[in-house]
Protein backbone atom coordinates (compact mmCIF):
# COMPACT_ATOMS: atom_id res chain seq x y z
CA UNK A 1 0.00 0.00 0.00
CA UNK A 2 0.74 3.50 -0.52
CA UNK A 3 2.01 5.70 1.93
CA UNK A 4 1.69 9.08 2.12
CA UNK A 5 2.72 11.03 5.71
CA UNK A 6 2.50 14.43 6.82
CA UNK A 7 4.66 15.75 9.77
CA UNK A 8 1.72 17.01 12.01
CA UNK A 9 -2.28 17.04 11.83
CA UNK A 10 -2.98 19.90 13.78
CA UNK A 11 -0.99 23.01 13.76
CA UNK A 12 -1.53 26.19 15.44
CA UNK A 13 1.17 29.30 14.59
CA UNK A 14 1.65 32.89 14.95
CA UNK A 15 0.96 35.76 12.28
CA UNK A 16 4.57 36.36 10.76
CA UNK A 17 6.60 32.93 11.53
CA UNK A 18 7.55 30.95 9.14
CA UNK A 19 6.11 27.68 9.20
CA UNK A 20 7.12 23.96 7.54
CA UNK A 21 4.80 21.55 6.38
CA UNK A 22 6.15 18.02 5.65
CA UNK A 23 5.17 15.60 3.30
CA UNK A 24 7.04 12.11 2.84
CA UNK A 25 5.92 9.28 0.42
CA UNK A 26 7.29 5.72 0.53
CA UNK A 27 6.56 4.21 -2.85
CA UNK A 28 9.91 6.02 -4.93
CA UNK A 29 7.11 8.63 -6.42
CA UNK A 30 8.56 10.85 -8.80
CA UNK A 31 5.98 13.92 -8.07
CA UNK A 32 4.56 15.24 -5.29
CA UNK A 33 1.67 18.13 -4.92
CA UNK A 34 0.19 19.95 -2.60
CA UNK A 35 -3.36 21.61 -1.91
CA UNK A 36 -5.16 23.82 0.25
CA UNK A 37 -8.54 22.41 1.49
CA UNK A 38 -11.20 25.53 1.67
CA UNK A 39 -15.10 24.63 2.28
CA UNK A 40 -16.79 25.52 -0.84
CA UNK A 41 -13.44 26.13 -2.86
CA UNK A 42 -12.48 22.51 -3.35
CA UNK A 43 -8.88 21.42 -3.96
CA UNK A 44 -6.42 23.92 -5.07
CA UNK A 45 -3.02 23.18 -5.81
CA UNK A 46 -0.47 25.27 -4.57
CA UNK A 47 2.87 23.65 -6.01
CA UNK A 48 4.20 20.39 -7.06
CA UNK A 49 7.15 18.99 -7.94
CA UNK A 50 8.13 15.81 -10.43
CA UNK A 51 11.55 14.92 -9.68
CA UNK A 52 14.06 15.75 -7.47
CA UNK A 53 14.43 19.97 -7.06
CA UNK A 54 11.84 20.51 -9.71
CA UNK A 55 9.13 22.38 -8.89
CA UNK A 56 6.54 23.67 -10.88
CA UNK A 57 3.56 26.45 -9.71
CA UNK A 58 0.03 25.82 -9.22
CA UNK A 59 -3.13 27.67 -9.30
CA UNK A 60 -2.07 29.87 -5.90
CA UNK A 61 1.86 30.03 -5.13
CA UNK A 62 1.85 33.72 -3.78
CA UNK A 63 3.00 33.36 0.46
CA UNK A 64 4.30 29.77 -0.40
CA UNK A 65 7.82 28.00 -1.40
CA UNK A 66 8.22 24.44 -1.59
CA UNK A 67 11.90 22.35 -1.24
CA UNK A 68 12.61 18.91 -2.74
CA UNK A 69 15.99 17.85 -1.54
CA UNK A 70 15.20 14.18 -1.62
CA UNK A 71 12.46 12.25 -3.74
CA UNK A 72 10.89 11.10 -0.88
CA UNK A 73 9.94 14.21 1.22
CA UNK A 74 8.39 17.26 -0.05
CA UNK A 75 7.95 20.39 2.00
CA UNK A 76 5.39 23.64 1.87
CA UNK A 77 7.18 26.29 3.68
CA UNK A 78 4.77 29.61 4.34
CA UNK A 79 7.39 32.50 4.47
CA UNK A 80 5.73 34.72 6.70
CA UNK A 81 2.60 32.80 8.22
CA UNK A 82 -1.23 34.87 7.78
CA UNK A 83 -4.48 34.32 8.73
CA UNK A 84 -5.65 34.08 4.85
CA UNK A 85 -3.52 31.22 5.09
CA UNK A 86 -5.29 29.39 7.84
CA UNK A 87 -6.72 26.08 6.11
CA UNK A 88 -6.58 22.55 5.62
CA UNK A 89 -3.18 21.31 3.91
CA UNK A 90 -2.90 18.02 1.46
CA UNK A 91 -0.25 16.82 0.17
CA UNK A 92 -0.31 13.87 -2.38
CA UNK A 93 2.01 11.82 -4.59
CA UNK A 94 1.82 10.05 -8.11
CA UNK A 95 4.21 7.34 -9.58
CA UNK A 96 3.98 6.62 -13.20
CA UNK A 97 0.20 5.54 -13.15
CA UNK A 98 -2.66 7.97 -13.14
CA UNK A 99 -3.68 7.78 -9.21
CA UNK A 100 -2.34 10.39 -6.56
CA UNK A 101 -2.80 9.03 -3.42
CA UNK A 102 -3.17 11.82 -0.59
CA UNK A 103 -2.40 11.93 2.95
CA UNK A 104 -3.86 12.41 5.99
CA UNK A 105 -3.89 16.49 5.88
CA UNK A 106 -2.61 19.19 8.00
CA UNK A 107 -5.17 21.68 9.87
CA UNK A 108 -3.23 24.97 9.83
CA UNK A 109 -4.59 27.98 12.16
CA UNK A 110 -2.47 31.18 11.86
CA UNK A 111 -3.53 33.35 14.61
CA UNK B 1 -6.53 29.69 -16.86
CA UNK B 2 -7.64 26.14 -16.88
CA UNK B 3 -11.12 25.60 -14.26
CA UNK B 4 -13.05 22.87 -13.76
CA UNK B 5 -16.87 23.45 -12.77
CA UNK B 6 -18.76 21.07 -10.45
CA UNK B 7 -22.35 20.80 -9.72
CA UNK B 8 -24.28 20.52 -7.84
CA UNK B 9 -22.58 21.37 -4.58
CA UNK B 10 -25.02 19.80 -2.84
CA UNK B 11 -27.31 16.77 -3.13
CA UNK B 12 -29.53 14.92 -1.10
CA UNK B 13 -30.97 11.64 -2.19
CA UNK B 14 -33.25 8.76 -0.48
CA UNK B 15 -31.08 5.37 0.09
CA UNK B 16 -31.83 3.40 -3.08
CA UNK B 17 -31.98 6.79 -5.24
CA UNK B 18 -29.38 7.02 -7.84
CA UNK B 19 -27.15 10.03 -7.77
CA UNK B 20 -25.49 12.01 -10.91
CA UNK B 21 -22.70 14.70 -10.15
CA UNK B 22 -21.99 16.89 -13.17
CA UNK B 23 -18.63 18.69 -14.44
CA UNK B 24 -17.28 20.98 -16.99
CA UNK B 25 -13.58 21.27 -18.08
CA UNK B 26 -12.07 24.34 -19.90
CA UNK B 27 -8.49 22.79 -20.88
CA UNK B 28 -9.40 20.79 -24.32
CA UNK B 29 -6.02 19.38 -24.09
CA UNK B 30 -7.15 17.30 -20.87
CA UNK B 31 -7.05 13.74 -20.55
CA UNK B 32 -7.56 12.40 -17.50
CA UNK B 33 -10.67 12.69 -15.29
CA UNK B 34 -10.74 11.09 -11.94
CA UNK B 35 -13.33 11.53 -8.94
CA UNK B 36 -12.44 11.07 -5.52
CA UNK B 37 -14.62 10.48 -2.59
CA UNK B 38 -13.44 12.50 0.87
CA UNK B 39 -15.06 11.25 3.91
CA UNK B 40 -16.08 13.44 7.08
CA UNK B 41 -12.02 13.73 8.89
CA UNK B 42 -10.46 11.47 6.52
CA UNK B 43 -8.25 12.09 3.22
CA UNK B 44 -9.38 11.95 -0.23
CA UNK B 45 -9.45 8.31 -2.12
CA UNK B 46 -9.99 7.83 -6.07
CA UNK B 47 -13.27 5.62 -6.44
CA UNK B 48 -13.13 6.18 -10.54
CA UNK B 49 -11.66 7.47 -13.46
CA UNK B 50 -11.56 7.75 -17.22
CA UNK B 51 -9.13 8.51 -20.07
CA UNK B 52 -10.34 10.55 -22.95
CA UNK B 53 -10.15 7.85 -25.25
CA UNK B 54 -13.08 5.95 -23.31
CA UNK B 55 -16.93 7.20 -23.18
CA UNK B 56 -17.61 4.99 -20.16
CA UNK B 57 -16.17 3.28 -17.43
CA UNK B 58 -18.43 1.55 -15.11
CA UNK B 59 -17.58 -0.31 -11.54
CA UNK B 60 -20.13 -1.55 -9.34
CA UNK B 61 -22.64 0.95 -8.68
CA UNK B 62 -20.27 3.59 -9.59
CA UNK B 63 -20.07 4.82 -13.30
CA UNK B 64 -18.48 7.52 -15.00
CA UNK B 65 -19.34 9.26 -18.44
CA UNK B 66 -17.10 11.38 -21.14
CA UNK B 67 -18.45 14.07 -23.90
CA UNK B 68 -15.16 15.39 -24.93
CA UNK B 69 -16.62 17.18 -27.76
CA UNK B 70 -19.10 19.22 -25.16
CA UNK B 71 -16.00 19.02 -22.30
CA UNK B 72 -18.12 17.34 -19.62
CA UNK B 73 -17.75 14.10 -17.46
CA UNK B 74 -20.17 12.76 -14.87
CA UNK B 75 -20.47 10.33 -12.22
CA UNK B 76 -23.23 7.90 -12.10
CA UNK B 77 -24.19 6.54 -8.75
CA UNK B 78 -26.97 3.62 -8.40
CA UNK B 79 -28.92 2.18 -5.42
CA UNK B 80 -27.18 4.33 -3.33
CA UNK B 81 -26.82 3.91 0.62
CA UNK B 82 -25.81 5.57 3.71
CA UNK B 83 -22.17 5.14 3.66
CA UNK B 84 -22.43 7.01 0.12
CA UNK B 85 -22.78 9.86 2.26
CA UNK B 86 -19.40 12.10 1.51
CA UNK B 87 -18.07 14.67 -0.36
CA UNK B 88 -17.36 13.92 -3.85
CA UNK B 89 -14.65 15.84 -6.04
CA UNK B 90 -14.22 15.95 -10.16
CA UNK B 91 -10.58 16.97 -11.40
CA UNK B 92 -9.07 16.95 -15.06
CA UNK B 93 -5.34 16.20 -15.74
CA UNK B 94 -4.12 19.74 -16.82
CA UNK B 95 -1.10 20.39 -19.57
CA UNK B 96 1.59 20.75 -17.12
CA UNK B 97 3.94 18.48 -17.28
CA UNK B 98 1.44 15.95 -17.87
CA UNK B 99 0.91 14.87 -14.09
CA UNK B 100 -1.26 17.88 -12.51
CA UNK B 101 -4.91 17.99 -11.77
CA UNK B 102 -7.50 20.94 -10.96
CA UNK B 103 -10.10 19.99 -8.95
CA UNK B 104 -13.81 20.75 -8.70
CA UNK B 105 -14.91 22.23 -5.57
CA UNK B 106 -16.94 19.20 -4.74
CA UNK B 107 -20.27 17.90 -3.89
CA UNK B 108 -21.41 17.06 -0.47
CA UNK B 109 -23.43 13.87 -1.20
CA UNK B 110 -26.65 13.09 1.88
CA UNK B 111 -27.97 9.97 1.47
CA UNK B 112 -31.00 8.73 3.73
CA UNK B 113 -32.42 6.07 4.94
Known amino acids: DVKVTQSSRYLVKRTGEKVFLECVQDMDHENMFWYRQDPGLGLRLIYF???????EKGDIPEGYSVSREKKERFSLILESASTNQTSMYLC??????????FGPGTRLTVT | GENVEQHPSTLSVQEGDSAVIKCTYSDSASNYFPWYKQELGKRPQLIIDIRSNVGEKKDQRIAVTLNKTAKHFSLHITETQPEDSAVYFC????????????FGKGTTLSVSS
Open chain 1, 49 to 55: SYDVKMK
Open chain 2, 91 to 102: AASIKQAGTALI
Open chain 1, 92 to 101: ASKGSGDEQY
